[in-house]
C-alpha cells in the first residue's frame, strides 16, 4: 500500500487545484500519502465559502469512511467562515462524527508560528488574501508589522502559473523594509513557495511559514512520522508533537 506509514486527507478549497499536491509529494518521506478532495472556491465569495464549509464536513465524513489517519480541513477562510472563535467547535464536532483525527489550516499554521516562537510577521498577501488571513492572526496575539502583495500574482486557479520567486522576492523587499520582522509568512497553501524556504531563511536569518509547509508539517506531526526533512526551513527541524 502507498500510504503504508500515513494517509492523510485534505480538504482542498480551490476548483483546480494543483500546487499543493506537488509541494507534499516534494516533502513527505515514503509512504505518506494525500487523499484530497477539491471544494467549490473560485472567486471566495461569502456563498462559496459557506458551500466550502458545509462540502468540507460531508466530504470528512468519507474519508473517515475510507480510513484515512488523519483529515485536516483546507481553507483558512473556509475554517473562519463562521467566525475565529468557532475553529476548535468545528474540530471537535467532525472528530465525534468521523471517528477520525481532524486538524484545520487554522490550525497548521498558528501552531507552525507558535513553534517557531514568533512575535512580529511580515505577511506577504496574494489577490485572494483577505481581512481573514491576518485578523487570525491578530486574534492569537501575534503583532503584523507590515503587508504586502505580490505584483503579478495569478489568480487562485491559475497559481500553478505562478513561481516561488515572485513571492519570495516580495518577501526580501518587506524584511529589508521592516527588519524587526522574525518571521515571514505567506498564506495561500495553493502557490509556489517551498523550492526557497530555506534559501530565504538563510539569507535573511529570518523564519519562514507558508501555509502548504504548516499544514504539511502539522499533518506528518499528527501522524507521527518524525524523520529528518532538510532543505524546507527551520520549521521541520521538529516534527516531534507537543
Known sequence: M???RARIGYTSPPVVTEVFPYEFYKIVPDGVTLAINTLVVNNATPEELQASYDLSVQVAQKMGKAGVDLIVLGGVPINLCRGV??????IKSV?????????????AQLNALRRLGTRKIGLVATNTSS??????????????VAITDVPGL????????????????RARELKRA?????????????????????????????????????????????????????????????????
Not at 85 to 90: A, E, F, P
Not at 190 to 217: F, G, K, Y
Open 2 to 4: 502507498y500510504g503504508y
Open 85 to 90: 472563535d468557532k475553529v476548535d467547535d468545528l
Open 95 to 107: 472528530e465525534k462524527s468521523v471517528g477520525v483525527p481532524v486538524t484545520t489550516s487554522v490550525t
Open 131 to 144: 481581512a481573514m488571513d491576518w485578523q487570525f492572526l491578530q486574534h492569537a496575539g501575534y503583532e503584523i
Open 154 to 169: 495569478p489568480a487562485l486557479n491559475d497559481l500553478g502559473k505562478a513561481t516561488s520567486k515572485m513571492s519570495m522576492d
Open 178 to 242: 521592516y527588519p524587526q520582522v522574525d518571521t515571514l509568512y505567506f498564506p495561500c497553501p495553493h502557490r509556489p513557495t517551498v523550492d526557497m524556504i530555506q534559501e530565504v531563511e538563510d539569507d535573511l536569518n529570518v523564519n519562514v511559514v507558508t501555509a502548504s509547509q504548516a499544514i504539511i508539517w502539522e499533518a506528518l506531526r499528527r501522524c507521527k512520522i518524525n524523520d529528518p526533512i532538510p532543505g524546507y526551513g527551520r520549521l521541520f527541524r521538529n516534527l516531534e508533537a507537543d
